[in-house]
Each structure stands twice: as C-alpha cells, then as structure tokens.
C-alpha cells in the first residue's frame, strides 16, 4: 500500500516568515498526527485528528501554528511567523484508529530551517 | 506529565554480542507501549509493540510493571541493526523518548 506521503522534504526560510506543510494520510486511515522532531529529541505530538475533528492540540503554539484536515483526508500544518527554535523535522502519522490501539505510519518528514 | 526516559543515547557494541535498550515510562494504569525504529534515510517505523508480545528480527521487550520499565532485548546483535531506536508509551496519545543510537560494529 501506499505510504504517508509529505511535501516539500526540504525547507529554509528566514525568521518571521511564514511556511505550510503537506500531509496524504494511508488511504482510509481514520487519525492522522503531526509531530515535531527537534534534532536530538524525540518525537513530539503537535496535533491529533480523528477524521476532521481536533482530538488533541494540547501542545501545538496555537499563537504560531495552525492546523487543519479538511474532508478528513490530507492535511496542512502551518507556522506564521516562523522562530528559529521552530527548527526541526515535522512528521505526520496516520493509523486506522487511535495511536494507542493500533500501529502508526510515518512519513518521511519535512526537515525545516529557520534562518 | 507523562514521561518516558531511554537513559542512553549511544550504544555501541560488536556484533553478536547482546544488546539491552532501556526504556522506563511514567504512566500510571496500564498504557499502551511500543519500540519504534529508524534506519539510516528511511522512515519512523514500528518495531514491536507489547500487546503483540512478538519477536520481531529476533527483538523481544520485556515489561516489568513494578519499574515501570519496557526494555528491548536483543541475543545477538547484527551490524543492520544499526539504527535510532525510539521507546512510545501511552493510551490514545504517544510519548516518544529522546531515543537510543545503536551501533553495531563488525
């Protein structure tokens, strides 16, 4: 089956500046997560969406960051304005249902420079 | 909040010689815990998962619930498994840890 696929792989902007991310969940995959990697670190969950609905964004800078899963299939996640510390890989995930229940599928990353 | 420590950041070791990756968590109940896997330019990926209690490329993880701990074992160390290894833990949600490099040398 087809993989998660993300769009661009690469990205450098300067500071303030804005920037979107792209996510195409597994076909018929129900939750869909977006995840910040800073270099060293683990992965971290921005985002959860269970179809187009919201389940947890607990951790996600709502004053920067932005997120939305229109029609319950591919997703954007957007950062305006960028910080350095913004920085990192960003990882989108997709599982039939939840994270916990079930195996999560992970994309290749966008790896973003703030410069 | 919830945590979950993997102590060591670099393992190295020779190859056909046993590897023990720690990984503690702190979830209170029963979570759900998982050992996720990235080799070098390929995608996250999952390993094994407790649930499943299976031996997946001759790795097994063991969970001791008094100390909170779900270590992934290895007999013999293969030099492709060299790789980021990640310890997950948690209900709906996941908690990733920092992550453990293993090195496997010929």
């Known amino acids: 089956e087809a993989g998660v696929a993300q769009s661009p792989r690469y990205k450098i902007i300067e500071k303030r500046q804005s920037v979107a991310f792209w996510c195409n969940p597994i076909?018929?995959?129900?939750?869909l997560y977006w995840y910040q990697q800073i270099l060293g670190q683990g992965p971290k969950l921005l985002i959860q969406f269970q179809n187009n609905g919201v389940v947890d964004d607990s951790q996600l800078p709502k004053d920067r960051f932005s997120a939305e899963r229109l029609k319950g299939v591919d997703s954007t996640l957007k950062i305006q304005p960028a910080k350095l510390e913004d920085s990192a890989v960003y990882l989108c995930?997709?599982?039939?249902?939840?994270?916990?229940?079930?195996?999560?599928?992970f994309g290749q990353g966008t790896r973003l420079t703030v410069v | 909040a919830q945590r979950v420590t993997q102590p060591e950041k670099l393992l190295s070791v020779f190859k056909g010689a046993p590897v023990e990756l720690k990984c503690n968590y702190s979830?209170?109940?029963?979570?759900?815990l998982f050992w996720y896997v990235q080799y070098s330019r390929q995608r996250l990926q999952l390993l094994l998962r407790h649930i499943s209690r299976e031996s997946i490329k001759g790795f097994t993880a063991d969970l001791n619930k008094g100390e909170t701990s779900f270590h992934l074992k290895k007999p013999f160390a293969q030099e492709e498994d060299s790789a980021m290894y990640y310890c997950?833990?948690?209900?709906?949600?996941?908690?990733f840890g920092k992550g453990t490099m293993l090195l496997v040398s010929p």
């Open positions: 997950a833990s948690g209900y709906s949600t996941l908690t």
């Open positions: 076909s018929g995959h129900a939750t």
């Open positions: 979830y209170s109940g029963s979570p759900e």
């Open positions: 995930a997709s599982s039939p249902y939840g994270q916990g229940d079930t195996e999560a599928f």
